[in-house]
């Protein structure tokens, strides 16, 4: 009978070892799989839908929780500087908009690297803008001014709304950038629709950077404007609805996709030619032409980057941190969207001063 009761106790006492084990084993598995879902893959671990640059090796995320995703912003990965280039620069665009709405005219022209003509608080206190102006007011149509000689100015300021709409869509689209390159590791249904609010943000920068340039220019052709306006609207919004389809958002279609965007800043020739036209004679025409010049260069030697996957293409696996494609192609994104906002500043703060 004791030794029945000691079989017994023996038995519970290997059962509970058992089960104690068991725990441990599958806290240990636990743990294993824990952290191996949240180590950096190389490129052949990837799962197929997130295989998009071949010449990047290593460091790549994939199938992270939202959690693990979002903090990975402080971590390096081969995403890290696409987030932060374009989060910076979503920043740097608030700040933009914050100074202007509250008029802080330093910080409005970057401490003076965009300033051409005084603000429109300068102008309120200054009984020299006449004579600073009496240069430009070519820019306005002479069909338009009595007597053929008169300058007509503004009593009060020019329209903002398309200056803020302009930074409107530069924040969206660098936020949405950002929030793609740092989620797009979760699931292969949010790939998809990050990538196409990526794209779609894009877009939306494309469509708002001609409204401050359109609407200044042909103030006085309100016409023009209308035409111009709708037809880069229009064209944008093929443009969005072309890139919801999935097919078009795998990284096969990165070269149409280059194309699609490249056309729609290809549009711009047409008011720009005519602005031109209008305003040959505007000795300050050459300052904004340089201005919207060094954005379309910007814009087409990231988009250069972009298609050619230029330098990882040279020595793959060395890229792989910092310095690859995508990353110097936010970087001139950045760079186009200042000099368009240094071309609006000169357009709406003329328009202050010389009316139709």
């Not at 950077?209 to 035409?227: K, N, T």
Request: hydrophobic share 45%; glycine share 6%; net charge positive.
């Amino acid at each position: 009978m004791c030794s029945a009761r000691n079989r017994g106790k023996q038995g519970s006492m290997m059962e509970n070892t058992n089960n104690f084990c068991d725990q441990n084993k599958k806290k240990s598995q636990k743990c294993t799989l824990k952290s191996k879902d949240y180590r950096l893959l190389s490129f052949n671990e990837l799962p197929d839908y997130m295989k998009d640059n071949e010449f990047i090796h290593k460091y790549y995320r994939a199938e992270w929780p939202l959690k693990q995703a979002f903090f990975s912003l402080f971590r390096w990965h081969n995403e890290t500087l696409n987030v932060w280039t374009h989060l910076l620069g979503f920043a740097l665009f608030v700040v933009l908009t914050i100074v202007n709405a509250a008029h802080v005219s330093q910080a409005v022209d970057l401490f003076g690297i965009f300033r051409t003509f005084p603000s429109g608080s300068d102008k309120n206190s200054s009984n020299d803008s006449t004579q600073l102006f009496m240069g430009v007011t070519n820019m306005v149509d002479l069909n338009n001014i009595k007597g053929g000689n008169q300058m007509h100015h503004m009593v009060t300021e020019a329209a903002r709304w398309p200056f803020y709409v302009y930074l409107s869509g530069s924040m969206f689209c660098l936020l949405s950038s950002s929030i793609c390159h740092l989620f797009c590791c979760h699931s292969h249904h949010m790939n998809l629709w990050l990538l196409r609010m990526d794209y779609t943000g894009i877009t939306v920068m494309i469509i708002t950077s001609f409204f401050p340039p359109i609407y200044y220019i042909f103030q006085c052709q309100p016409l023009w404007q209308i035409i111009y306006l709708t037809g880069i609207s229009i064209f944008g919004a093929f443009t969005i609805a072309t890139l919801l389809s999935p097919t078009l958002s795998s990284g096969k279609c990165r070269a149409f996709r280059a194309i699609l965007f490249v056309s729609m800043g290809l549009f711009g020739l047409f008011p720009a030619v005519h602005g031109c036209v209008l305003n040959w004679t505007n000795p300050r025409r050459n300052v904004t032409l340089a201005y919207e010049v060094a954005m379309a260069l910007s814009y087409l030697i990231g988009t250069g980057f972009y298609v050619s996957r230029v330098p990882e293409r040279w020595k793959p696996g060395f890229f792989d941190l910092a310095g690859h494609s995508h990353q110097i192609f936010h970087i001139f994104v950045l760079l186009g969207a200042l000099s368009h906002y240094g071309a609006a500043l000169i357009f709406m703060e003329y328009r202050d001063v010389v009316g139709c």
